[in-house]
């Protein structure tokens, strides 16, 4: 079998400004990088449907799918929160992005694929039950999971979390939820300043201080993650996938590098191996500096397909 590579071009059409850092050439960084490193060839392409309402309705209220399709506009922007906004092509972009998460779970549990990573956009960790937030609209990771528990029957979802900001949405979304652990690293104090009162039994998260880099992280997944992983014993590995923690990206100081990508995913996915058959679907997050954004998408969509060897 073979891993999966999920996208639509609808993405590319969601632009909330010139100058914003949530950008469609966050996209086709990572296309480049694909083509240039050669690990695309070894990929299996599919387009992503749109996410339906019944799909969005495991995470979302059906009132606040209704205002996100109400608010979308005919022309120009409008602006969901300061930093979230929608275009005329925001709403399709933001239901592919959703729905690439549903077909994602479906291609691996059904064992058409053994993997797949969505490189879609909107993002979804910020994205709460009834509240778009930090450039998201909907969740898209909480959409797979809630899809793999209810329409596949899984027991037990973990979720991954490397985005250099904590997935609040995603807590918000699972906190106390006996079917999803939730494993996390992030900057802390930054935004949106949470993950760190009293969470819940089932959210394992490390917050990191500015400047940290390899070897905080490795302490955080050796001393923190692993463990966890391996008491709760996954049926399947979702990935919140944000490259946003590597030190070329100016939006956050964490000090990560390519590399770090590639090893943390290794150590997931050996648990993956262990307890889920290695079924592991990743969902595009953060990631703003193009060049690092490219070179470590590659290095976790290498790990992926197994190319790491």
Same mark, same amino acid.
């Given at each position: 079998m073979t891993t999966a590579f999920i996208t639509h071009a609808d993405c590319l059409k969601h632009d909330m400004g010139a100058h914003h850092p949530e950008r469609p050439a966050r996209l086709t960084a990572i296309e480049d990088q694909l083509i240039a490193s050669g690990v695309g060839q070894y990929l299996t392409r599919y387009e992503a449907p749109l996410a339906t309402d019944e799909q969005l309705a495991r995470v979302h209220p059906p009132d606040y799918v209704r205002a996100i399709r109400d608010a979308a506009p005919h022309a120009g922007t409008v602006h969901l929160d300061p930093d979230?906004?929608? +275009?005329?092509?925001? &709403?399709?972009?933001? &239901?592919?992005? !959703?729905?690439?998460?549903?077909?994602?779970?479906?291609?691996? &549990?059904?064992?058409?694929?053994? %993997?797949?990573?969505?490189?879609?956009?909107?993002?979804? #960790?910020?994205?709460?039950?009834?509240?778009?937030?930090?450039?998201?609209?909907?969740?898209?990771?909480?959409? !797979?999971?809630? #899809?793999?528990?209810?329409?596949?029957?899984? *027991?037990?979802?973990?979720?991954?979390?490397?985005?250099?900001? #904590?997935?609040?949405?995603?807590?918000?979304?699972?906190?106390?939820?006996?079917?999803?652990?939730?494993?996390?690293?992030?900057?802390?104090?930054? /935004?949106? /300043? %949470?993950?760190? *009162? +009293?969470?819940?039994? +089932?959210?394992?998260?490390?917050p990191l201080a500015a400047g940290s880099g390899s070897r905080e992280l490795r302490r955080a997944v050796e001393d923190v993650w692993l463990p966890a992983l391996q008491d709760f014993r996954p049926q399947?590995?979702?990935?919140?996938?944000?490259? *946003?923690? #590597?030190?070329?990206?100016?939006?956050?100081? &964490?000090?990560?590098?390519?590399? *770090? /990508?590639?090893?943390?995913?290794q150590a997931v996915a050996d648990v993956a191996l262990r307890h889920a058959g290695g079924r592991m679907v990743s969902m595009l997050e953060g990631g703003y500096s193009l060049s690092a954004l490219g070179r470590s998408a590659v290095q976790h969509i290498r790990v992926l397909a197994g190319l790491n060897a």
């Open positions: 979230t906004a929608m +275009n005329p092509w925001t &709403l399709q972009a933001a &239901l592919r992005a !959703a729905g690439a998460a549903v077909l994602a779970v479906d291609l691996v &549990l059904e064992k058409k694929v053994t %993997s797949a990573f969505c490189a879609v956009r909107p993002p979804g #960790h910020h994205a709460c039950r009834a509240r778009a937030m930090g450039f998201c609209i909907f969740n898209n990771v909480a959409v !797979a999971a809630r #899809h793999a528990v209810e329409a596949h029957g899984l *027991d037990r979802v973990a979720i991954i979390d490397f985005d250099v900001h #904590h997935g609040n949405g995603t807590e918000d979304i699972f906190e106390d939820d006996e079917h999803v652990l939730m494993a996390s690293i992030f900057q802390h104090p930054f /935004y949106p /300043y %949470s993950g760190t *009162d +009293n969470p819940a039994p +089932n959210m394992h998260n490390v399947l590995v979702l990935f919140s996938a944000g490259f *946003d923690a #590597h030190l070329e990206d100016d939006m956050a100081m &964490l000090r990560f590098t390519d590399v *770090d /990508y590639g090893w943390v995913t």
